[in-house]
T-cell receptor, first 113, second 113 residues
Framework: QKEVEQDPGPLSVPEGAIVSLNCTYS??????FMWYRQYSRKGPELLMY????GNKEDGRFTAQVDKSSKYISLFIRDSQPSDSATYLC?????????????FGRGTSLIVHP | NAGVTQTPKFQVLKTGQSMTLQCAQD?????MYWYRQDPGMGLRLIYY???????DKGEVPNGYNVSRLNKREFSLRLESAAPSQTSVYFC????????????FGPGTRLTVT
């Protein structure tokens, strides 16, 4: 079992829908949680970043971390066709001097007009 | 600022051939990384360089070598390519190996026949 599990999808939704993307993890030492967005044939780019538990909002995007359940989510409100991409969760520890993230497999999101 | 650049963008090799993938960053970052991305497998770390003069193995280092040529450049070498190395290769850089954002290059699509 991988340390980080993410459903690859694809997830297909109509424009304007609320999208929920999720990851589960097994390593309780993970403290930093990130979401990367990757458009087709491009490199990933950081979308949001949270530390420890709680919520973080940025425009239409909300990242949520539930450390007790080892579960993180990314919500996209009023989804747009331009949101169509693969979303990768990533997480890393804070101890041991290495914060190199462990990535999930990515969820492919398709927002159709 | 070009960010992270990779060459070549595409490459086709025959089994047993060798090649070097080049990566350069102009953000004065200390740390650099090589990942491979395969369908359904997500991003897997091959090697990384925490700082100039150091390199370390990641999750899947077999069949690869790296060189941190200077602070800007980090190359990945396949000495004897195998079909299992068919993948998309991404180089990334970050300020350090702390909880910093990783910036990714556009990727190299490698096919080994």
């Amino acid at each position: 079992q991988k340390e980080v599990e993410q459903d690859p999808g694809p997830l297909s939704v109509p424009e304007g829908a609320i999208v929920s993307l999720n990851c589960t993890y097994s390593n309780s030492a993970f403290q930093y949680f990130m979401w990367y967005r990757q458009y087709s044939r491009k490199g990933p780019e950081l979308l949001m970043y949270t530390y420890s538990s709680g919520n973080k909002e940025d425009g239409r995007f909300t990242a949520q971390v539930d450390k007790s359940s080892k579960y993180i989510s990314l919500f996209i409100r009023d989804s747009q066709p331009s949101d169509s991409a693969t979303y990768l969760c990533a997480m890393s520890e804070t101890s041991g001097g290495s914060y190199i993230p462990t990535f999930g497999r990515g969820t492919s999101l398709i927002v159709h007009p | 600022n070009a960010g992270v650049t990779q060459t070549p963008k595409f490459q086709v090799l025959k089994t047993g051939q060798s090649m070097t993938l080049q990566c350069a960053q102009d953000m004065n970052h200390n740390s650099m990384y090589w990942y491979r991305q395969d369908p359904g497998m997500g991003l897997r770390l091959i090697y990384y360089s925490a700082s100039e003069g150091t390199t370390d193995k990641g999750e899947v280092p077999n069949g690869y070598n790296v060189s941190r040529l200077n602070k800007r450049e980090f190359s990945l070498r396949l000495e004897s390519a195998a079909p299992s190395q068919t993948s998309v290769y991404f180089c990334a850089s970050s300020q350090g190996t702390g909880p910093y954002e990783q910036y990714f290059g556009p990727g190299t699509r490698l096919t080994v026949t």
